[in-house]
């Protein structure tokens, strides 16, 4: 059986984002072996396919530093790899390809589009036009490595997770709701978020989801509101994955969760704050009534970064500018359809 190495370490948005090309590879190829090669903690979102496996990198031990990259790569050409697919290219990533290179694998990588990045989001001669959606960037890479992949033709979704340790007790929709992210310009403002929370949960069972110190602000939203429930406080990622593919909708900003639910053909509506649509990270089969950016023609350097992690003066509030009535508007849509 040929098998293919499929490199990508993090983020955890990233990562999700793989998973539409990794179903068309595995319908199309169910007599070659596809190996995920990430953290053990994403393991969770790989396991559909019988002809799927995962080898779990240990950045913290055996993997660790430069000369844990060696190791991994001995590790990994244990496996007897026929093909290698780099879709993170970083330095980590290089150095395995280098090496499987010049052991003669056949090795292709992702494009990461850094010019046409650079061009978007920078502040002078800003070239605002849309990049190629990262999901067909990973398709481009399979298909240089010799696999006729199209996303837009050969990809179905699976049913949604079996509820195994999280029960549901009301037939209300179901709203999740991600209201943070890595970097603060990418967080709607908070009284905000909480006007959408107060609606949502009039009609609807809303479920919060975060982790760490966002917890506190979340487990206060849920005492506050009937209908709100943090299943974050008291569930591991792979109940989360579960619970959110039985969702009817999710909203979420530019971050991980809203990643997940559309991977499971529940309708995303993203929140966008310094960054944009058009970088190319937009949740799968995104349409645009969905996408809610920053006026930009009071804020015009939007987006102003890849990742929302760069602040400029005066864009401190800009997320304000995104229409709350327009999103609560077509939330409803959204769901009324869901019901019907």
């Not at 033709?153 to 209300?172: A, C, G, Q, S, V």
Request: charge should be positive.
């Amino acid at each position: 059986m040929k098998k293919t190495l499929i490199l990508r370490f993090s983020s955890l948005g990233d990562v999700a984002m793989i998973v539409p090309i990794i179903r068309c590879l595995c319908k199309k190829h169910p007599d070659e072996e596809f190996i995920i090669v990430s953290r053990k903690k994403f393991k969770p979102l790989f396991e559909e396919h019988q002809n799927l496996s995962f080898f779990q990198v240990d950045f913290e031990n055996r993997h660790k530093g430069f000369y844990g990259i060696f190791k991994l790569f001995k590790d990994l050409k244990k496996i007897k790899p026929n093909k290698v697919a780099d879709l993170h290219h970083v330095l980590r990533t290089r150095i395995l390809t280098v090496l499987f290179k010049l052991c003669f694998y056949n090795v292709k990588r992702l494009d990461k589009m850094r010019t046409e990045k650079n061009r978007l989001t920078r502040s002078k001669n800003k070239v605002f036009k849309p990049l190629t959606p990262i999901h067909f960037k990973y398709q481009e890479v399979f298909n240089k490595l010799g696999y006729q992949i199209d996303l837009s033709k050969d990809h179905t979704y699976p049913m949604p997770k079996t509820l195994n340790n999280f029960e549901i007790t009301t037939n209300k929709p179901k709203v999740g709701i991600a209201p943070f992210a890595k970097h603060i310009g990418k967080v709607y403002p908070l009284d905000l978020m909480q006007k959408i929370i107060a609606y949502l949960s009039q009609n609807n069972q809303v479920f919060l989801f975060g982790f760490g110190e966002e917890l506190k602000i979340l487990e206060k939203w849920k005492s506050s509101y009937k209908n709100v429930d943090c299943p974050s406080s008291n569930t591991n990622f792979r109940q989360e994955v579960e619970l959110i593919s039985n969702l009817d909708l999710m909203i979420s900003m530019d971050s991980a969760n809203g990643h997940i639910a559309s991977i499971y053909n529940v309708p995303v509506i993203t929140i966008w704050g310094l960054t944009h649509p058009f970088t190319g990270f937009s949740t799968f089969n995104s349409i645009e009534e969905n996408q809610f950016t920053v006026d930009r023609t009071q804020f015009p350097l939007i987006p102003t970064s890849i990742y929302g992690n760069k602040k400029i003066k005066g864009y401190e509030d800009a997320m304000r500018s995104i229409d709350l009535n327009g999103l609560l508007y077509r939330a409803d849509q959204i769901l009324n359809q869901t019901s019907s």
